[in-house]
């Protein structure tokens, strides 16, 4: 029987696995009846996966969590049970001296840039629960900056930063593919490193599924996984970018600027690229949700008594990623789970006060 | 109460400021053109935030934390635990509404009520002008059609309308539809003079008659006001 599911996604380039599939016919294969919802914003996406709007949305993994305990509204039973992307986003940052210490390396280069600013820089991120905070924050920290005391960052949709910096509505930001290019080529900002840099190989975007509708339709949903780990492997050959752009440039859908899309596609020309497929893109991996998780305690937003090994394996459902991998054919082996490499212990140690110390 | 407006449809933000005002412990404050969110929430210092969903930068609300009395506290979403019904109803319309520091939400749900329902009317009235639109523009498309037929069939004009007629009622289809065709017939017979251009108009009607694997629909979307919750209904 053909089921319908409802997936939201924005406007950006990773969402290519579900336009993807749906283009190529994927879901019809597999009797699912799509109806793709096109989001202006991240919090849109959690609220229609709240109240039923929605059965499933390309979302952020550190938003999935905190909608999951709570952290902003009611708690919201979700899953993941796949990742979608990894990677693909860049820090970058404003003004002229920035392009005077290109030879340097990136945090050399931000610490000189934040002596030369004459008040708090302001960086924006695209959602306070975001891949893209956590990484900029994480790093910051590496260098020996306080994301809370030495710059304040706020949140600007992805579509504006550039606007925004040209204006100094903001002093730098951490965005997704195509705005660290949009901003070089406008001349208002310079690429300063990408998130893989950061974390080779980081989960960027996962499916979330509103957790009754999985239970539900526990075969539609085996189906469903199927249907985008094909579309993954499609989105990761070089040779079928140009038609996945041309599927991404689609007016009736998500309209994104061709060149744009095209440079962060594998084979592109962005030095921060997008991977779908392959280095276990699709595995909602445990350690991915507890490194979310402990980054997002380390500074101070998780309430007390949150236990993270018992969160992460409520909402992360390798079990029915594997289910519907072994269907592809797809080959997991039986270590992975205890072998997902994440930024080392020792880099997580909490460098400032206002991160309380972390217990896990 | 102060209630910070974030609705860029200045038609609906007075009229809902009108219906809010009548209440005089409301306080009804706007974000000046331009101004970010954040920013609009640190100078106006609103106790209750009201956004329409198709902005995207709603997503600025999100972990803000105004800091008062040493204990910084994020803004949050607007729960009614108890009525998921009236939630869903609020985010159908396309509204959205957050507390800042602690409103007691009793106090803030008659006001969401409001503004839902402010929303719902406007979105009402958009769908029926989109409905009038699409009705002129078929008029003008069977108007086309008809004149089509009496040059090259030399009918008149009855005979024009019965032909479109007696073409949709045996297939089963609207006689818009049957005159989209004759229209777009006679616009590839005309494009073929020049033979490179034809090819591209088959092609163009192809991509549209694919696009049948399912369905797509506009969220609440700034590309198009218009375009909001067109698939939700």
């Known amino acids: 029987m053909t089921v319908r599911v409802r997936i939201g996604m924005l406007r950006l380039t990773d969402s290519a696995p579900v336009v993807v599939a749906r283009a190529h016919g994927l879901f019809r294969s597999l009797d699912l009846h799509p109806v793709l919802s096109i989001e202006p914003s991240w919090a849109n996406l959690a609220d229609k996966l709240a109240y039923g709007l929605l059965d499933a949305a390309v979302m952020l993994p550190p938003l999935v969590l905190a909608s999951a305990i709570g952290l902003r509204g009611p708690a919201v039973r979700l899953i993941v ?239 029915l990623f594997s289910l519907a991998a072994r269907m592809e054919d797809l080959f997991v082996p039986p270590g992975i789970a205890r072998n997902i490499p994440v930024p080392t212990a020792a880099w997580e140690e909490p460098t400032f006060a206002s991160g309380p110390s972390e217990s896990q | 109460m102060r209630i910070l407006l974030a609705d860029d449809d200045a038609a609906r933000a007075g009229a809902l400021t009108k219906v809010l005002s009548a209440d005089p412990s409301l306080t009804i404050l706007r974000p000046g053109p331009g101004e970010l969110l954040a920013d609009a929430v640190a100078a106006l210092a609103p106790d209750v935030v009201l956004v329409d969903m198709a902005r995207p930068d709603r997503d600025a609300l999100e972990g803000i934390r105004i800091v008062a009395s040493n204990q910084p506290r994020p803004i949050v979403l607007f729960v009614d635990q108890d009525d998921a019904v009236f939630m869903e109803e609020a985010i159908r319309a396309g509204v959205s509404s957050y507390n800042v520091l602690g409103v007691p939400p009793p106090d803030v749900k008659p006001i969401l009520r409001a503004a839902a329902a402010m929303f719902r009317h406007h979105q009402i009235a958009r769908a029926e002008l989109r409905d009038a639109e699409r009705r002129l523009h078929e008029r003008e498309i069977v108007d086309r059609a008809k004149a089509i037929l009496i040059k090259e069939r030399r009918m008149g004009e009855p005979d024009a309308y019965r032909w479109l007629r007696t073409r949709a009622m045996s297939s089963g289809r609207r006689i818009p539809d049957i005159a989209r065709e004759v229209v777009a017939r006679e616009n590839v017979q005309v494009l073929s003079v020049n033979p490179a251009s034809a090819p591209a108009t088959t092609q163009g009607s192809n991509t549209q008659g694919s696009n049948t694997q399912g369905s797509y629909t506009q969220g609440s979307n700034t590309m198009g006001a218009e375009a909001q919750n067109r698939g939700a209904q």
Not at chain 1, 224 to 238: F, G, N, S, T, V
Request: with cysteine; glycine share 10%; proline share 7%.
């Open chain 1, 81 to 319: 049970p796949m990742g979608l992307s990894q990677g693909g986003n860049t820090i970058v940052l404003g003004g002229e001296a920035i392009k005077e210490s290109a030879s340097l390396p990136p945090g050399a280069r931000l610490v000189a840039w934040l002596a030369g600013q004459n008040r708090r820089p302001r960086i924006a991120v695209v959602h306070q629960y975001s891949t893209h905070n956590l990484l900029l924050r994480y790093w910051l920290a590496l260098t020996g900056v306080d994301p809370d005391r030495d710059i304040e960052t706020v949140v600007v949709p992805p579509e504006q930063v550039v606007a925004a910096l040209a204006n100094g509505q903001i002093a730098g930001f951490c965005a997704g593919a195509p705005w660290g290019m949009a901003a070089e080529l406008a001349g208002v900002g310079n690429v300063l490193l990408g998130t893989s840099d950061i974390w080779p190989f980081h989960p960027e975007k996962c499916l979330a599924v509103r957790d009754d509708w999985a239970v539900a339709n526990p075969d539609a949903l085996t189906r469903l996984l199927r249907a985008l780990m094909r579309a993954q492997a499609i989105c990761d050959q070089p040779e079928a970018a140009d038609g996945i752009v041309a599927t991404l440039a689609d007016e009736t859908g998500l309209a994104l600027p061709r060149e744009a899309a095209r440079a962060a596609l594998p084979g592109g020309s962005s030095h921060e690229q997008i991977h779908f497929h392959g280095a276990g893109a699709a595995f909602p991996a445990l350690p991915h949700a507890m490194w979310f998780l402990r980054q997002m305690r380390r500074w101070g937003w998780l309430a007390e008594g949150t236990i993270i090994a018992t969160t992460a394996r409520t909402v992360y459902r390798p079990d």
